[in-house]
């Protein structure tokens, strides 16, 4: 009988982050880390992601997108779920523990991302307007805010709700988009909780795994 085929996920070809492990592909490379499962994956570039046999898989032209058999998906979140779903280790077997950090997971992408992604909209397509210093100062004051209470939830606990989960994961996963800005310094509590999230095994698995994609392509001699 053959091996089960793999998992396949694509990734950028060139990632815009440099290495630094801010795409999503990210999210569904740790994720499989953590579940132990070994996985595949295809490079795509950014032409190939907009031709339609990419776009059979993922109808917005993006990445990640994941394959398992006849099964194929798209949207980080989505998959992150599948793979916690799937496997031990990311979802705790307390039906109400699990509801919670499934709740997470949906707060990571619904109520943290949205604004943290604004900042980076401002930053980079809204530079030359007239109103950017405003509109930069009030999407800071409403990423703090988010930050602020987010904080205060976590207190002094090392994850959100127990162990480590899924909605860590994703919740971690969305913060480190923030570490260019300095803004995740203002939290110390925070700071911390992404720096145990980036120390976990699985983590520097999928870190040093992305990040050689762009080793790869650097020029030699």
Known sequence: MPPPLLPVITAFERSPDRG???ARDMRVRWALE???QPYEVRLVSFSAMKEPAHRAIHPFGQIPTY???TLALFESGAIVFHIA???????PDDAHARARAITWMFAALNTVEPTILDLQTVKFLERDKPW???RLLMVLDRIRGRLGELSDRLGSADWLD???SVGDLMMIAVLLRLKPSGLLDEFPKLFAYVARGEARPAYQRAFAAQLAVFNAQLPTG
Do not use: I, R
């Open 20 to 22: 630094k492990g801010l």
């Open 162 to 164: 127990g162990a480590f």
């Open 85 to 91: 779903e799937s496997h031990t280790g990311l979802l």
């Open 67 to 69: 394959e398992e058999g």
């Open 132 to 134: 950017y210093e405003e």
């Open 34 to 36: 953590e579940a132990g």
